[in-house]
């Protein structure tokens, strides 16, 4: 009785972990964005974030270009998993950002998460 009892325990903690695999991927981070400027005020971003993609329950789906007061900037969907490419870098050119912002922030977003992983501050060109 105690041996089925410890059998069913064990097939309950893995099985609950199982369903929680994805929660345990975290939070989406950037970690180094480079900008540069490619016409009045255009630019073009590439970011490099980190996620530990699990597939596509959870994953790093964008990352966005915001302002110092929240207004996005630019978003940049990312379309499926990178479970075997981490960190991985991807660009979006055409940003359009106003005259007089010299600082902008990017932020990336994952599936289940959504947004609060590391976010960098990068400075305009």
Known sequence: MRKRFLTLAIALVVGLL???AP???GEADVLKVEAR???NQAYHFSVTVQHKDTGWDHYADKWD???????IFGTRTL???HVDEQPF????SGVAIPAGVRTV????HDSVHKYGGKVVQ???P
């Open 18 to 20: 199982i369903c929680r």
């Open 23 to 25: 929660a345990f991927a």
């Open 37 to 39: 400027k490619t016409g």
């Open 65 to 71: 270009v915001l302002g110092p007061d929240g207004t």
């Open 79 to 81: 379309y499926h998993p």
């Open 89 to 92: 870098t991807r660009s979006l």
């Open 105 to 108: 922030t990017v932020r990336a």
């Open 122 to 124: 990068v400075e305009l």
